[in-house]
């Protein structure tokens, strides 16, 4: 296997551990409309897209004409306050950067916005180790449509072939397939189970020369 000539990476869960800020950050925005929710109502927003979780709520409410793109914003404003507080870097992920950045070109491809991508890089010390960004603005349909992944290979100017995803989902794996690319399951706390299909398995990425070599990085 030659070595790939770019790494892409997912960011939530595979970068950073957000899920807790973006339950969070539904549950202070949900209080201020006089609603209150539980953590496991709030971790639905974590699955689908924000406009289509309020887009629930207010549905299960009976509310027509609610500004969903009005409370979203305000929700993406808590997010990004608190990202930058606790941008909850997985343990390895800054060693692993480092030392791919040089061997390989780096991207995040990611069906979150793009702000939450930029501010938890800056404050972790990586924004210069990315040379490319692809967010959910960035794209008309976001994972399992592999286009987020064939517009950052376009913008890296690599070929399918020559490149690797990290993912952690069932969702993101099928994206990262259906574009070209070997893509490579991380678990982090979730197991290795089917959501895995055919791909490679790491538990985590703490190790480091041995995720450098399931990469093709060695």
């Known amino acids: 296997m030659n070595p790939p000539r770019a790494i892409l990476f997912d960011f939530d869960g595979v970068i950073a551990d957000t899920e807790n800020i973006h339950i969070a950050a539904w549950q ?5 409309l006089g609603w209150e929710m539980s953590d496991e109502s709030c971790a639905r927003a974590v699955e ?4 289509a979780f309020l887009a629930e709520v207010f549905a299960e409410r009976a509310i027509d004409g609610g500004d969903v793109e009005g409370w ?3 929700k993406q404003e808590l997010t990004v306050a608190l990202l930058a507080d606790s941008p909850g870097v997985y343990p390895g992920v800054v060693e692993l950067i480092r030392a791919a950045r040089g061997r390989a070109r780096l991207a995040v491809v990611s069906t979150t916005w793009r702000e939450n991508i930029e501010v938890v890089l800056r404050t972790s010390g990586l924004a210069e180790a990315f040379g490319v960004i692809v967010g959910k603005q960035d794209v008309r349909a976001v994972k399992p449509d592999p286009e987020c992944y064939r517009l950052a ?4 100017d690599v070929p399918p072939g020559e490149a690797v995803a990290l993912e952690d989902s069932a969702t993101g794996l099928a994206a990262a397939r259906a574009a070209g690319l070997r893509a490579l399951a991380v678990g982090h706390r979730q197991p290795r189970g089917d959501w895995v299909g ?3 398995f790491v538990a ?5 020369p041995a995720v ?3 990469l093709g990085l060695e």
């Open 28 to 32: 202070r925005t949900l209080a201020a």
């Open 48 to 51: 689908v897209d924000d406009r």
């Open 72 to 74: 979203v914003r305000r």
């Open 153 to 156: 290979l376009q913008r890296l």
């Open 198 to 200: 055919t791909s490679e």
């Open 204 to 208: 985590d990425l703490r190790k480091t």
């Open 212 to 214: 450098l070599a399931r």
